[in-house]
């Protein structure tokens, strides 16, 4: 169990968050209500609004906005939009900040929270020196709480927090300070010569301590707790509950994983170092209410807190406290080598997805899903004395799958294969490759016993079911509670007609990956019931994880479907785009002799290693302006991903960072295999590691190493109900045997 330490800064208070987040939306919504009429013209207006807000200073408190003698001011963004127009910031100093006479090329609007912040106006005047000009002072107003000011576009002005107290203030913008380029600041308050100087290096947002962030994991109110990192760096050292959502990969993932703009969102990486990049990243996405770890994931872990690595954390420590509590029954590999090669009356069933299966199997499986077990088995185990085995490629599914059948009652002898395939490696023992999956229909018999069966695991776990009156309601409530609806049927049948904007989520893998695909703790997840076994029984899981309001819903007869793979929508953090460059354009160019581009896959290093386009480089893409600085400022630049999608993404924000042309491969490498061009191996060119993927054990190629990582790994998965225990406000799961008993 963790010991709490104690902070000198007032726990931080969720609601607090909340209700600000509100209350800014509501200004901003006001704000450009009041704009329909001409800026300019309700300025005042807005600027009193502005200072109602500040006064309301129970939304502001200071541990949120922090400052120290290593960082004496700091602005903070509260809210900004996608064009960074209407900029809302907190402005945070020590008592004695001095800014020198500057303007802001954009009207601009102060409100005071705390302190007092001596505004010094002056009117700029040409003289007969261009390098320098004059400044008349034209008032002073000193900002308090309940006070403003308001400049134009061509105001200079100094500010400096009098009277011995820390200020905190409101600053808003008719354009966000990133954007303001063209800004000068004087050399006195003279006037005299003056400077262009760039926008803020970091804008910081909202902090939360880590005692704070625990105590709103635990609260039972929504909360979305995203690590920014890349998925290899993330894997190394994370807190358990944290969803990977890489910083540059953000506009690509961000709207299936977090659906609802109000969500909390606490933002946590390392060490702070990425987290405020993301934050301004998600306020330009229309995210209103998001936070940033204090000292990220360091500071968690100084606090006394369990950290842990792999992924899919919750997941596969569910099936590790399944096991040890329901003690699930296993068969090592040797003995299930030799019940196979003895004809003993048994079947193998792979619990894996169709592609995993078809990668490698254990020879003789049946490829049968986490989700579609209780739906198919009877197909393959008709017998009720045939034992069936559930096998995975390491624990998870294995144990899962077993314990499904468990507590379906179903009246076979069942266990799962005791570290799965990788068990089966280490004994020296080959497994076949290339298989297809084929899932046996079940009959009318074999589905209305599976529905008996799966009816009263859902009746023990208490999965609830929902009519269409009430998903209605749940869908109007969608900008209130987070809404996530899922099908999770196999992809053939997803696409040949599924209920209009829900997602796929295959059942076995929607159970092993939660945190994949739902984002936000305590949400609402409505899972769709086509046959009456395979929503309720992914249902049950779900709600033995804990922390979702888990629900299923059978749609009516002659519902309207759409058909097709579950669409994508990308969102877009900024108005910056890339060029796209075709196939056809890239390879002609990569023969030029002179000026060839430089081609960077930034999808996955692991997909690079099989396949790349010749003269590829891969990078992980946050660190591509390290990489990219190196080269001279005319070498082209080409991003390809798998499709294109991410590519496009990544392209325009790295040229949006480094002001360089960069151009995206349209179609991605995909297109470039489509068209017969050359793909080539190797991982030579792999210029970041493994910081963008988790590498599974089987991705190793050299065999001592390969064997070492899967030990090590099979370790590692067993240690997570010894983490569980010294971490135990978090996953609280409530395994349900067949006999429907809660397990001591």
């Not at 994370?238 to 969500?263: G, M």
Request: aromatic letters at 6%; proline letters at 6%.
């Amino acid at each position: 169990m963790t010991t709490e330490t104690t902070s000198p800064a007032p726990i931080h208070d969720a609601r607090v968050c909340a209700e600000r987040a509100r209350a800014v939306a509501e200004f901003i919504a006001s704000t450009r209500a009041l704009a329909r009429a001409g800026e300019s013209a309700v300025l005042g207006t807005i600027a009193e609004r502005l200072t109602q807000l500040g006064q309301r200073r129970e939304l502001f408190p200071e541990h949120h906005f922090p400052v120290s003698k290593e960082r004496p001011n700091a602005v903070y963004r509260l809210a900004e939009d996608p064009d960074g127009r209407f900029a809302l910031f907190v402005s945070a100093g020590l008592a004695g900040k001095y800014q020198p006479p500057h303007d802001h090329t954009t009207w601009a609007m102060i409100a005071g929270i705390r302190g007092n912040e001596r505004n010094v106006v002056y009117r700029r005047r040409a003289t007969d020196d261009p390098l320098r000009d004059r400044l008349k002072h034209t008032r002073t107003v000193d900002v308090t709480a309940g006070r403003h000011v308001i400049l134009a576009s061509d105001d200079v002005h100094t500010i400096e927090l009098v009277g011995g107290e820390n200020g905190l203030h409101l600053h808003f913008y008719g354009l966000s300070l990133e954007r303001l380029t063209r800004r000068v600041v004087f050399e006195s308050s003279e006037g005299g010569t003056f400077r262009h100087f760039s926008p803020p290096a970091l804008i910081r947002h909202p902090v939360i301590a880590p005692q704070a962030l625990r105590q709103a994991l635990v609260s039972g109110r929504e909360l979305a707790l995203l690590d920014v990192r890349e998925e290899g760096v993330f894997a190394k050292k994370h807190l358990l509950l944290a969803s990977n959502a890489p910083l540059w990969r953000l506009e690509v993932v961000i709207d299936a994983l977090v659906p609802r703009r109000a969500t909390p969102i606490v933002v946590t990486d390392l060490d702070e170092h990425l987290g405020h990049q993301a934050a301004g990243k998600l306020a330009r996405l229309g995210y209103r209410d998001v936070s940033v770890l204090a000292g990220g994931t360091l500071a968690w872990e100084a606090a006394g807190y369990e950290v842990y690595s792999g992924t899919n954390v919750p997941s596969k420590a569910l099936g590790e406290v399944i096991e040890t509590t329901l003690h699930t029954p296993t068969i090592d590999a040797a003995e299930l080598q030799r019940g196979l090669a003895e004809g003993q009356d048994l079947v193998v069933v792979d619990s894996r997805t169709p592609e995993e299966f078809q990668a490698f199997s254990v020879p003789g499986a049946h490829s049968v899903p986490g989700g579609e077990l209780v739906y198919r088995i009877r197909e393959l185990a008709p017998d009720p004395s045939t034992r069936v085995v559930v096998n995975c490629a390491g624990r998870t599914r294995s144990i899962i799958g077993a314990q499904t059948l468990i507590n379906a009652g179903i009246p076979n002898p069942v266990a799962s294969l005791k570290d799965g395939t990788m068990a089966w490696l280490l004994g020296g023992r080959e497994l076949a490759h290339g298989r297809a999956a084929l899932n046996p229909e079940p009959s009318a018999h074999s589905l209305a016993v599976a529905r008996r069966q799966a009816e009263a695991v859902a009746a023990r776990t208490a999965v609830q079911r929902i009519d269409v009156d009430l998903l209605a309601r749940f869908e109007s409530e969608a900008d209130a509670v987070t809404l996530y609806k899922f099908d999770i049927r196999t992809s053939a049948e997803y696409q040949s007609g599924h209920l209009p904007g829900w997602r796929w989520a295959p059942g076995g893998q929607l159970v092993q990956a939660t945190d994949e695909y739902i984002g936000t703790r305590h949400a609402r997840v409505v899972i769709a019931d086509w046959d009456g076994v395979r929503a309720l029984t992914t249902a049950a899981w779900l709600v033995q994880l804990g922390g979702y309001q888990v629900y299923v819903h059978a749609p009516a007869p002659g519902t309207p479907l759409e058909v097709g793979p579950e669409p994508r929508r990308i969102l877009a953090s900024s108005d910056a785009t890339a060029d796209w460059i075709g196939m056809g354009a890239l390879a002609e160019a990569t023969r030029a002799s002179s000026a060839a581009p430089i081609v960077f896959d930034v999808e996955s290093s692991l997909a690079f290693a099989r396949a790349h386009i010749p003269g590829a480089r891969f990078c992980a893409p946050d660190r591509l302006p390290e990489f990219v600085g190196a080269l001279s400022p005319d070498q082209p630049i080409v991003i390809t991903s798998s499709d294109g999608v991410l590519a496009r993404v990544v392209a325009a924000e790295l040229g949006r960072r480094t002001g360089r042309q960069v151009a995206a491969l349209l179609g991605g490498t995909q297109a470039w295999r489509q068209a017969g061009q050359p793909l080539v191996p190797g991982r030579e060119a792999i210029l970041t590691g493994d910081d963008d993927a988790w590498y599974s054990p089987y991705a190793y190629e050299d065999k001592a190493e390969r064997e070492a990582q899967m030990r090590a790994y099979l370790s590692w998965e067993l240690g997570l109900v010894a983490q569980l225990e010294r971490d135990d406000h978090f996953i609280n799961p409530i395994p349900m045997g067949a006999d429907g008993k809660e397990q001591a």
